[in-house]
């Protein structure tokens, strides 16, 4: 069949599966509907796990690229039940202020900052935030996190050293509590302890770091002193001096904890180091399951709305089998009919794929506008998603435009 022909033949079956539509309301319906939501789900959580990926991408960034972590507990996705044997990570030692020391005393390292997560009532006046998050650093969290503290300014070392009642608040937290007014050198209450507002400062609203919340900075001894928090969940980010490796780093700080803890060679260490490839590859299995459950989910759309083509298609072979049957006496070869009716397929497929698309589309632009996540399709998804929905009209159409293409033509004419 030449190129005009081959078009023409488009064409044709576009216009037959709009009149076919049009003609079976319910059956297109329900077959767009199968489809759509196929498509709608690939399309959705593609866009939530490329914003969520962008965001976590961003919080690495932002830390740089050999800062690690070290922590009490590994991540780990393990069910310790209280009467189980293993898990014996549990039963880690808390990271103590002597170990800290030791760490920032390493050639090779440059920073070693204290981080602690809290949650705490805060109030202003008549003004209250019943749950909110207050994180507790070291002075290093200035340089290690660069926060973009305006008005105002971070705390300073000595004010970290002594505990002092001083608070960086996030621009969501300044704006729920100080409304218009100046929140530089009001006093809040955390947990009913006052802490003097030095500054304000804004929170890259990411997945991780949740910067769509209220949100408070203090200094880690202030949040263990005056707010209840315990010191045995510090946790440390450790950033390499320039020139360094983050492996030589790495090797440096599991050294140094091991003996001040007088580890044997053969004895397991009693923390746990955290690298950025650690967290993605432990992100990339959570992100894994959504990805099955969008495999699953847009499976059973797209069968049921395979079902409903194999059915639409059965039922327009029939209502034109003496259209067939004419067209063959005048010349179509098998070839041909077969074509007109995968395009047709392949059409009421297409349309339910658009309006997936579409409908995804909207709903990416609600999550990236009242979320942090950063939600985005990514242009694979879009291909991908409108290349299945016509796929599955031609694979789910061959039977009905085979049994179309083999229709006796003399049969054919004489169909009543």
């Not at 599966?17 to 319910?26: F, G, M, T, Y």
């Not at 050999?66 to 990271?95: D, L, Q």
């Not at 440096?252 to 007088?262: E, I, N, S, Y």
Request: charged share 20%; net charge neutral; aromatic share 6%.
């Amino acid at each position: 069949m030449s190129a005009s022909l081959k078009l023409h033949a488009i064409g044709e079956g576009v216009r037959i599966a709009l009149d076919s539509i049009r003609a079976n309301k319910v059956r297109a319906g329900l077959t767009i509907l199968g489809i759509a939501v196929g498509v709608f789900v690939v399309v959705a959580i593609s866009a939530a796990i490329h914003g969520i990926n962008k965001s976590v991408e961003q919080d690495f960034a932002s830390t740089g690229p050999t800062t690690f972590f070290v922590s009490r507990y590994p991540i780990s996705f393990e069910n310790c039940s209280s009467g189980e044997a293993g898990c014996e990570w549990r039963r880690n030692p808390p990271i103590r202020p002597a170990e800290v020391n030791a760490l920032r005393t390493l050639p090779s390292i440059e920073q070693v900052g204290e981080q602690l997560q809290w949650g705490s009532k805060v109030k202003y006046r008549d003004q209250t935030l019943s749950q909110a998050s207050v994180e507790g650093y070291s002075a290093e969290w200035s340089s290690l996190s660069a926060p973009e503290v305006f008005p105002g300014r971070a705390f300073t070392d000595a004010e970290a050293r002594n505990a002092s009642r001083v608070a960086v608040v996030n621009t969501i937290m300044a704006e729920r509590l100080f409304g218009e007014s100046d929140p530089i050198g009001k006093s809040i209450t955390l947990n009913g302890a006052p802490f003097e507002v030095i500054g304000v400062y804004k929170d890259n609203s990411s997945f991780l770091s949740g910067g769509d919340s209220p949100k408070a900075v203090v200094p880690v001894q202030a949040l263990v002193r005056y707010i209840g928090a315990r010191y045995s969940n510090v946790a440390l980010v450790v950033k390499p001096r320039n020139g360094v490796s983050r492996d030589i780093a790495v090797d440096d700080v599991t050294a140094a904890l091991r003996g001040q803890r007088r580890a044997r060679p053969g004895d397991e260490s009693t923390f746990a180091i955290i690298t950025q490839d650690k967290l993605l590859e432990t992100f990339d299995k959570v992100t894994g399951v959504f990805f099955l459950v969008m495999i699953a989910l847009s499976a059973v759309g797209l069968l049921v709305g395979g079902v409903g083509v194999v059915a639409i298609m059965m039922i327009s072979v029939t209502e034109r089998t003496r259209e067939i049957g004419v067209r063959k006496a005048l010349g179509a070869t098998a070839g041909t009919i077969l074509w007109q009716f995968l395009v047709e397929a392949a059409t009421l497929t297409g349309i339910g794929g658009a309006i997936g698309l579409l409908v995804g589309w909207l709903l990416t632009l609600l999550i990236r506008n009242f979320t942090p996540v950063q939600a985005s399709i990514p242009p694979l998804a879009v291909v991908a998603a409108l290349a299945g929905s016509c796929i599955t009209g031609i694979l789910f159409g061959i039977l009905p435009a085979s049994r179309a293409a083999k229709l006796d033509p003399v049969e054919a004419l004489r169909f009543e």
